[in-house]
């Protein structure tokens, strides 16, 4: 049976041994968005999981922060990022893929460079003064990326040119930012500027409640296509980041859905426009599950 698209333009790249970067802002997302295209093309090809945002800060946290804590059943952020990178270790094992752990703050923690002019004592009785994104819904999920980010910007770019210098012919899949995540967005930015062949993939479960930036996808001439094999395995390997499964999938059952992926029309031949959307449980990300 001949391949579909999607599996032919990646059947070409892995049977070249092309260098595939798969860039995951948090310690997940890249398997539940890839892992079943990880599984397939780990097997055949040389693929590294650079993980973003793999560290927290110390207390004192948002109420956004405490809400996520409490969500994971956790009392500290650093130790729950241990757990979390350990989870991330173990699962990524099991694909035959390179892991990589960048160490930069999560949005939720990150705080500002410099204090605010007058906000040092007020920071230890009200933290939000003293953080890039003070708020989960109002903030961190607005779709766009605060000025104060400009180095984690350069430092996710610095990751790319690390693990895939330039003229190395390899692919970068970077996610699609759906849901407007500042750190997917900001790694979905680093992507767009670096030069590399890009494909970007759409970050569920967000997906299944929020729509892709259409002016994105238009403005980059972006076709979906879906990637319907080895979707068996995905749930087992999502269930292996227990800290975070319960409260993204809270009914613990992870729907069975094609994985989508964006790529640039030159690249896809003749394929339809249109997204696919299967049918799936709304994403549960209040309190900052991310």
Request: a positive charge; one cysteine or more.
């Amino acid at each position: 049976m001949a391949d579909d698209p999607l599996t032919g333009f990646v059947r070409t790249l892995v049977g070249s041994c092309v260098p595939v970067l798969v860039l995951s802002p948090h310690l997940d997302d890249a398997v539940l968005s890839c892992g079943a295209l990880l599984g397939w093309a780990g097997r055949r090809a040389p693929v590294t999981v650079a993980s973003l945002f793999t560290e927290a800060t110390p207390p004192p946290y948002t109420l956004s922060g405490r809400m996520y804590l409490k969500q994971t059943r956790a009392g500290d952020a650093e130790e729950l990022f241990a757990e979390r990178r350990a989870e991330d270790l173990r699962v990524l094992e099991l694909l035959d893929v390179d892991p990589h752990h960048a160490g930069l703050v999560d949005g939720l923690f990150r705080r500002l460079p410099r204090p605010r002019p007058g906000t040092g004592g007020l920071a230890r009785l009200l933290p939000e003064v003293a953080h890039v994104y003070p708020t989960y819904r109002l903030h961190l999920t607005r779709g766009r990326v605060s000025a104060h980010d400009a180095a984690i910007l350069g430092a996710v770019a610095q990751t790319i040119d690390d693990l895939l210098p330039a003229g190395s012919g390899g692919l970068v899949l970077a996610p699609l930012a759906v849901g407007g995540h500042a750190d997917h967005v900001l790694v979905r930015t680093a992507a767009e500027r670096s030069g590399r062949r890009v494909v970007y993939y759409s970050d569920f479960p967000y997906n299944q409640s929020a729509a892709a930036d259409a002016e994105f996808t238009r403005g980059h001439r972006l076709v979906a296509r879906a990637w319907k094999r080895d979707l068996d395995r995905k749930a087992e390997l999502v269930q292996g980041y227990r800290t975070q499964a319960g409260a993204l999938f809270p009914g613990g059952r992870v729907p069975r859905v094609p994985e989508v992926y964006l790529v640039p029309e030159s690249d896809s031949g003749a394929v339809s426009r249109t997204a696919p959307r299967p049918p799936g449980t709304r994403a549960r990300t209040a309190g900052g599950v991310s």
